[in-house]
C-alpha cells in the first residue's frame, strides 16, 4: 500500500490556505515541523526557518510514537512518504533553511526512504541567499514546484519537476484533481517570456539580486528609526515582514495622511496581528510584507525613505 503520511513546515501553504485538501481528496495527514519558538521574557517572536535539527527531531518522535502505539505498519502507511521545504518560507518573512541543513536533510531522507519536495515558488529568489546556480539549488530535492506569477511576473500557472516516471504519475493526479484546462498556451507563453525577461536575460529589468540588494539596503535605514520591527531583521530574499506595535486603525489613517500630504503611498496592505501568537504577546497589533519587484523596484530609495520618515513623523503624534 501507499503512505498515507507526510512532512512539512508549520507555515507550509498546504496547512494554512488548501483548506485540507490533502486529507479531504486523498486521506493523507501530514507531520508538522513546528519551530515556533517558546515565548519568553526577552520577548523574541521570530521563528526560525526549517533546520536539520528540528527534522532530525520530529522524525524520531514520530517513529518512537508508532512503536508506542503499536502501529501496524505491513500496509506501509504510516510511513512517512515526503518531506516538503518551501524555499524560501513565506510565512516567515522569506527566511530561507541554511545550505548546510539542507544537504543534511536530503541526506536523512535519504536513509529513510523519504522523498525530498521543494516548494519552490520563490526559488528564484532564494538563489540569492545561497549564492549558489539555480541548477546546484533544484539538485537537492526529487522534485520541485515553481511559480510563473510570482518572481517571473507572468499571467498565472506553475511547473512541477521530476523524474520521468514521477511527471507521468502527476499528470494522471492533475487529470483526477480537474486541473486539465483545455489549452496551457497563454500560461505556457507568458512563464516563457518571465522566464527570458527575469531571469535569462535580465539587462531591460532588475535581477533578482538586484531586489535584493535594494531591500537590504531599504530595512537597513528604515529599521533604525525604530517604528517597524523586520522578520528577518536582516532579508534573506528580496521579501521580508514588517510589524508595528500601532493597531491597523492608526497605521491606516497615518499611512493615508502621509498620501494627502507629500503624494507617496507607503504601505499597501496591513494586517492585524493575530491574537495568541508570539507577535501579539510581544506587543505589536499590526503587520505588513514588503516585496521589491518590477515596478517599486524603480522607485528611488530616496523616496522610501522620504515616505517612511514622514510615516513615523505621523504616527508619533498619537
Known amino acids: 500500500?501507499?503512505?498515507?503520511?507526510?512532512?512539512?513546515?508549520?507555515?507550509?501553504?498546504?496547512?494554512?490556505?488548501?483548506?485540507?485538501?490533502?486529507?479531504?481528496?486523498?486521506?493523507?495527514?501530514?507531520?508538522?515541523?513546528?519551530?515556533?519558538?517558546?515565548?519568553?521574557?526577552?520577548?523574541?517572536?521570530?521563528?526560525?526557518?526549517?533546520?536539520?535539527k528540528d527534522v532530525q527531531s520530529t522524525f524520531a518522535e514520530y517513529e518512537v510514537k508508532k512503536k508506542q502505539d503499536n502501529t501496524n505498519d505491513e500496509d506501509n502507511a504510516s510511513q512517512i512518504s515526503t518531506l516538503i521545504v518551501e524555499l524560501p518560507h513565506r510565512e516567515l518573512g522569506g527566511k530561507c533553511t541554511p545550505w548546510k541543513d539542507l544537504l543534511k536533510i536530503k541526506?536523512?531522507?535519504?536513509?529513510?526512504?523519504?522523498?525530498?519536495?521543494?516548494?519552490?515558488a520563490r526559488i528564484f529568489?532564494?538563489?540569492?541567499f545561497y549564492d549558489k546556480p539555480l541548477k546546484e539549488v533544484a539538485s537537492i530535492f526529487d522534485s520541485v514546484y515553481i511559480s510563473f506569477y510570482k518572481?517571473?511576473?507572468?499571467?498565472?500557472?506553475?511547473?512541477?519537476?521530476?523524474?520521468?516516471?514521477?511527471?507521468?504519475?502527476?499528470r494522471i493526479w492533475l487529470r483526477r484533481f480537474g486541473g486539465n484546462l483545455f489549452t496551457q498556451l497563454p500560461y505556457a507563453v507568458?512563464?516563457?517570456?518571465?522566464?527570458r525577461?527575469?531571469?535569462?536575460?535580465?539587462?531591460?529589468?532588475?535581477?533578482?539580486?538586484?531586489?535584493?540588494?535594494k531591500i537590504l539596503r531599504l530595512t537597513s535605514t528604515i529599521g533604525e528609526q525604530g517604528l517597524v520591527t523586520f522578520d528577518p531583521e536582516i532579508p534573506s530574499v528580496n521579501m521580508v515582514h514588517g510589524y508595528f506595535r500601532q493597531n491597523i486603525d492608526e497605521i491606516h489613517r497615518a499611512r493615508d495622511a502621509v498620501e494627502d500630504a507629500i503624494g507617496l503611498r507607503v504601505l499597501q496592505r496591513v494586517k492585524p496581528v493575530e491574537p495568541n501568537t508570539n507577535a501579539?504577546?510581544?506587543?505589536?497589533?499590526?503587520?505588513?510584507?514588503?516585496?521589491?519587484?518590477?515596478a517599486n523596484g524603480k522607485i528611488d530609495d530616496a523616496d522610501f525613505f522620504l515616505g517612511w520618515e514622514a510615516l513615523e513623523k505621523e504616527l508619533s503624534a498619537y
Open 151 to 170: 518572481g517571473l511576473g507572468g499571467i498565472s500557472g506553475a511547473m512541477l519537476l521530476g523524474d520521468k516516471e514521477f511527471c507521468e504519475e502527476a
Open 197 to 213: 525577461c527575469h531571469w535569462v536575460h535580465n539587462d531591460t529589468s532588475m535581477s533578482f539580486r538586484e531586489k535584493y540588494q
Open 280 to 294: 501579539f504577546r510581544a506587543g505589536y497589533r499590526s503587520k505588513f510584507e514588503l516585496a521589491i519587484g518590477a
Open 1 to 52: 500500500g501507499n503512505s498515507n503520511c507526510f512532512a512539512c513546515h508549520h507555515s507550509s501553504h498546504l496547512l494554512l490556505h488548501e483548506a485540507e485538501a490533502y486529507e479531504r481528496l486523498i486521506k493523507m495527514k501530514p507531520l508538522i515541523i513546528d519551530t515556533t519558538p517558546k515565548f519568553g521574557e526577552d520577548g523574541e517572536f521570530r521563528a526560525p526557518p526549517m533546520n536539520f
Open 190 to 195: 507568458s512563464g516563457w517570456a518571465g522566464y
Open 107 to 120: 541526506e536523512l531522507c535519504t536513509s529513510m526512504d523519504i522523498k525530498l519536495h521543494c516548494d519552490g
Open 125 to 128: 529568489e532564494a538563489t540569492c
